[in-house]
């Protein structure tokens, strides 16, 4: 896909990317497989099996994640998409996605801490004084500190404007911080000798609601005056017990408890929302990213058992003394396989053609197109790979019957670590309701239009190959639905308002993924298509064929979904946001 359908060698032309070429992107992409294979995928197991404890008031974690962290330092990982100015080596996001994508296949649970750490950094970065950055991206991303994003509070979940943490000026350069936050991914842990949070508060007087939200540095160790470390005023009150992802420790912080919690301010106040939106959408996309790369080992374990296991015979063979056959020989196990097989390869697509986009917008070719369609996917590119993956590696159980319910195999571990990603960095309803509330009708509806525009491409290319006029014609009418079915809910909301308007949000936002990646497939397929005219080798034939089955099957068993959810949303008449709520009550 790097190469052949998104063409990654082409942004060596502009400037920024021109001392890379397609040499250093395999050395690039060679390097993170054998990390991926060589380090994290022996532990992903072990790491479920013995999680990270809470000791001594901090979580205690395998001695690994140090060297991990380390390592990423070393090789440059964490800010390679750095300008050369600031340290980084302008690799392009096409490039780092990809890698990104292997490391979460080999264990997700140790790809938190420096996803988080890049985050944290990237926000001084871009919104935090000299001072700041002085003080602490060298260390970050050396490797040496690590970074985390604590926005949830007891009170505020998905509601961010009802965050209560408060933060008092005290003249002297930083602010004294208050409050309690929750379910903070790698919260405070000995994998670093010290853990820069990106805290929100509320400055003592700023106004009420998200207007009155900034964001802070709160360091586990501050700096003082003579330039040593000493320990700020921040309690790991403990770790949470999960079902799964549970070699990524989730912690309860207390900041303040004696009343000396130092914050240091971030960009100018009551802007904190605003910037941290920054580091959310970047974890938003490496949610997406990482479920498809669960959802992508748990398919491949399905695809190995499944070739190996004999089970059964096939339907029209009557003879039982015959041969037992593989259970991929088996019409069912073909079906779970190719929806596998069109989740993972089409959500892949989606989280490429967004990092193209990105690296589209670093040039500054159309930046203001490219940021458009950048923000209008990424509520897709979260979503689809976390509530398919779900049912991806669900089928990826099912597949292995018996075992695949039993801890002999990795497939049921990919499953319990996957069920996070629907709810991590902004649930599924959230994503929805900022798709369909914000981002369609942003800019006057052009992040929209230039997404069906988009689409619409691939299309023209499409229909011009007569085997491709079907799913070229049926893409087509799906984007037309789509474009009915919005028409429908404006007219709701001008009727009857946000509540009924957003009741249905994500059963709209499942419908626009779901055309989404129809049309990563059939650029795929145009792919395949062409290579096949050529003279492949025997392997490149059948991976290519390979992808036009998966291609049929996605459009023949999935694209009709659109069909009916368009007549859900389009009949359900406010079913849900009008329903009176004690008619759940029982008695």
Same mark, same amino acid.
């Given at each position: 896909?790097?190469?052949? #359908?998104?063409?990654?060698?082409?942004?060596?032309?502009?400037?920024?990317?021109?001392?890379?070429?397609?040499?250093?992107?395999?050395?690039?992409?060679?390097?993170?497989?054998?990390?991926? /294979?060589?380090?994290?995928?022996?532990?992903?197991? !072990?790491?479920?099996?013995?999680?990270?404890?809470?000791?001594?008031?901090?979580?205690?974690?395998?001695?690994?994640?140090?060297?991990?962290?380390?390592?990423?330092?070393?090789?440059?990982?964490?800010?390679?998409?750095? /300008?050369?100015?600031?340290?980084?080596?302008?690799?392009?996001?096409?490039?780092?996605?990809?890698?990104?994508?292997?490391?979460?296949?080999?264990?997700?649970?140790?790809?938190?801490?420096?996803?988080?750490?890049?985050?944290?950094?990237?926000?001084?970065? #871009?919104?935090?004084?000299?001072?700041?950055?002085?003080?602490?991206?060298?260390?970050?991303?050396?490797?040496?500190?690590?970074?985390?994003?604590?926005?949830?509070?007891?009170?505020?979940? *998905?509601?961010?404007?009802?965050?209560?943490?408060?933060?008092?000026?005290?003249?002297?350069?930083?602010?004294?911080?208050?409050?309690?936050?929750?379910?903070?991914?790698?919260?405070?842990?000995?994998?670093?000798?010290?853990?820069?949070?990106?805290?929100?508060?509320?400055?003592?007087?700023?106004?009420?609601?998200?207007?009155?939200?900034?964001?802070?540095?709160? $360091?586990?160790?501050?700096?003082?005056?003579?330039?040593?470390?000493?320990?700020?005023?921040?309690?790991?009150?403990?770790?949470?017990?999960?079902?799964?992802?549970?070699?990524?420790?989730?912690?309860?912080?207390?900041?303040?408890?004696?009343?000396?919690?130092?914050?240091?301010?971030?960009?100018?106040?009551?802007?904190?929302?605003?910037?941290?939106?920054?580091?959310?959408?970047?974890?938003?996309?490496?949610?997406?990213?990482?479920?498809?790369?669960?959802?992508?080992?748990?398919?491949?374990?399905?695809?190995?058992?499944?070739?190996?296991?004999?089970?059964?015979?096939?339907?029209?063979?009557?003879?039982?003394?015959? $041969?037992?056959?593989?259970?991929?020989?088996?019409?069912?196990?073909?079906?779970?396989?190719?929806?596998?097989?069109?989740?993972?390869?089409?959500?892949?697509?989606?989280?490429?053609?967004?990092?193209?986009?990105?690296?589209?917008?670093?040039?500054?070719?159309?930046?203001?197109?490219?940021?458009?369609?950048?923000?209008?996917? #990424?509520?897709?590119?979260?979503?689809? $790979?976390?509530?398919?993956?779900?049912?991806?590696?669900?089928?990826?159980?099912?597949?292995?019957?018996?075992?695949?319910?039993?801890?002999?195999?990795?497939?049921?571990?990919?499953?319990?670590?996957?069920?996070?990603?629907?709810?991590?960095?902004?649930?599924?309803?959230?994503?929805?309701?900022?798709?369909?509330?914000?981002?369609?009708?942003?800019?006057?509806?052009?992040?929209?239009?230039?997404?069906?525009?988009?689409?619409?491409?691939?299309?023209?290319?499409?229909? #011009?190959?007569?085997?491709?006029?079907?799913?070229?014609?049926?893409?087509?009418?799906?984007?037309?639905?789509?474009?009915?079915?919005?028409?429908?809910?404006?007219?709701?909301?001008?009727?009857?308002?946000? !509540?009924?308007?957003?009741?249905?949000?994500?059963?709209?936002?499942?419908?626009?993924?779901?055309?989404?990646?129809?049309?990563?497939?059939?650029?795929?397929?145009?792919?395949?298509?062409?290579?096949?005219?050529?003279?492949?080798?025997?392997?490149?034939?059948?991976?290519?064929?390979?992808?036009?089955?998966?291609?049929?099957?996605?459009?023949?068993?999935?694209? $009709?979904?659109?069909?009916?959810?368009?007549?859900?949303?389009?009949? *359900?008449?406010?079913?849900?946001?009008?329903?009176?709520?004690?008619?759940?009550?029982?008695?």
């Amino acid at each position: 896909m790097l190469y052949e #359908v998104f063409n990654a060698e082409e942004l060596n032309q502009y400037e920024y990317f021109q001392d890379h070429s397609r040499e250093t992107f395999d050395m690039i992409l060679d390097t993170f497989y054998k990390i991926g /294979s060589d380090f994290l995928y022996p532990l992903y197991q !072990e790491l479920d099996k013995n999680p990270p404890q809470y000791v001594d008031g901090q979580a205690k974690v395998n001695p690994a994640y140090r060297e991990y962290m380390k390592m990423c330092g070393e090789v440059g990982w964490l800010n390679a998409n750095w /300008s050369y100015d600031e340290g980084g080596q302008q690799v392009p996001t096409t490039i780092t996605m990809a890698c990104s994508f292997v490391l979460a296949a080999a264990n997700c649970g140790m790809t938190g801490f420096p996803m988080l750490t890049t985050g944290a950094a990237n926000l001084i970065r #871009v919104f935090g004084s000299q001072e700041l950055k002085d003080c602490y991206l060298e260390k970050m991303m050396a490797g040496e500190w690590q970074g985390t994003m604590a926005l949830t509070e007891p009170g505020a979940g *998905s509601s961010l404007a009802d965050i209560a943490s408060t933060a008092e000026d005290t003249g002297k350069g930083y602010y004294k911080i208050k409050g309690q936050k929750i379910f903070i991914s790698c919260g405070d842990t000995d994998a670093t000798d010290n853990t820069i949070h990106l805290m929100l508060a509320r400055i003592k007087g700023a106004p009420a609601g998200v207007k009155g939200i900034s964001l802070f540095v709160v $360091p586990k160790f501050r700096f003082i005056e003579d330039g040593s470390l000493e320990r700020n005023d921040i309690l790991c009150a403990g770790l949470e017990h999960k079902m799964g992802f549970k070699g990524s420790p989730i912690c309860t912080l207390n900041m303040g408890e004696e009343g000396d919690c130092w914050g240091y301010l971030v960009g100018e106040a009551n802007m904190g929302l605003a910037y941290m939106f920054q580091m959310m959408n970047e974890a938003r996309i490496g949610v997406g990213i990482a479920a498809v790369g669960k959802a992508t080992a748990a398919y491949y374990d399905a695809l190995e058992y499944t070739k190996q296991r004999l089970q059964g015979r096939k339907a029209n063979q009557k003879d039982p003394s015959s $041969p037992q056959v593989p259970l991929i020989e088996h019409a069912d196990i073909k079906r779970m396989l190719l929806f596998q097989r069109a989740v993972c390869e089409g959500g892949l697509g989606l989280g490429l053609q967004l990092a193209k986009y990105t690296d589209l917008a670093e040039v500054g070719q159309d930046k203001e197109k490219y940021e458009l369609l950048i923000d209008f996917m #990424v509520p897709m590119v979260k979503t689809f $790979p976390a509530e398919y993956g779900i049912l991806s590696t669900s089928a990826a159980i099912q597949c292995l019957g018996g075992y695949g319910y039993c801890s002999d195999f990795p497939v049921e571990q990919h499953f319990r670590d996957i069920r996070i990603d629907p709810i991590h960095e902004g649930t599924t309803g959230i994503q929805a309701q900022d798709l369909l509330g914000r981002k369609s009708t942003m800019k006057k509806g052009a992040a929209y239009r230039l997404f069906m525009e988009e689409a619409g491409k691939t299309i023209a290319a499409a229909a #011009v190959i007569p085997e491709f006029k079907l799913q070229a014609d049926t893409l087509a009418q799906g984007l037309q639905i789509m474009n009915d079915v919005a028409t429908y809910l404006f007219g709701v909301q001008k009727e009857k308002g946000a !509540e009924e308007f957003l009741a249905d949000a994500t059963l709209y936002l499942e419908m626009v993924s779901l055309l989404a990646v129809g049309w990563q497939w059939l650029m795929q397929g145009i792919v395949a298509y062409n290579a096949l005219q050529g003279q492949p080798t025997q392997g490149d034939e059948r991976f290519y064929l390979g992808k036009l089955q998966t291609l049929k099957y996605f459009f023949t068993y999935e694209i $009709p979904r659109v069909n009916s959810l368009a007549h859900v949303i389009k009949t *359900s008449q406010g079913l849900t946001a009008n329903m009176d709520v004690s008619l759940f009550e029982e008695e």
